[in-house]
């Protein structure tokens, strides 16, 4: 299901998707300042120092990760099916994307990724497919 997004909205979203895509590209690297200092570190601050790497690295994967979301929805955008749920197919809320363009999903779809702790598995009519997990939770019952 395609959903057309009309030119104005369309630039607006375009925009912050890539003001966005560019603010994310300026923070990411990794500082490794901190690694190669470790050895100047004292004995009892050095888990500290690795600590605060090892977070910096974590956040480093979720920049990442929201810049591949953004690239998705750049080409959602170009391919003229921005605005429509990946899982269910249907109208992702304008307010919704307003407040995250680059979402995947609708309200709905995404409360179950979110529980389930995993992408939909979507046939070719993106109609969400029941997970192995759905159908043992069912069968127990």
């Not at 490794?32 to 200092?37: I, K, P």
């Not at 080409?75 to 809320?93: E, T």
């Not at 994307?97 to 979110?114: D, E, F, M």
């Amino acid at each position: 299901m395609h959903t057309q997004v009309d030119e104005n909205r369309g630039e607006s979203i375009r925009a912050a998707l890539i003001e966005k895509r560019s603010e994310i590209l300026s923070c990411l690297g990794v500082d490794t300042t901190h690694v190669a200092a470790a050895d100047r570190v004292s004995e009892e601050d050095r888990p500290q120092v690795f600590h605060d790497e090892f977070v910096a690295l974590l956040l480093n994967g979720l920049e990442y990760e929201r810049l591949r979301m953004i690239d998705e929805a750049l080409d959602r955008l170009n391919a003229g099916d921005f605005g429509s749920c990946l899982a269910c197919g249907r109208a992702i809320s304008p307010l919704r994307l307003q407040a995250i363009p680059w979402v995947r999903y609708c309200v709905i779809c995404q409360n179950h990724v979110t529980s389930m702790g995993h992408e939909p598995v979507v046939r070719a009519n993106r109609v969400p497919v029941e997970t192995i997990e759905d159908q043992q939770v069912r069968c127990r019952l």
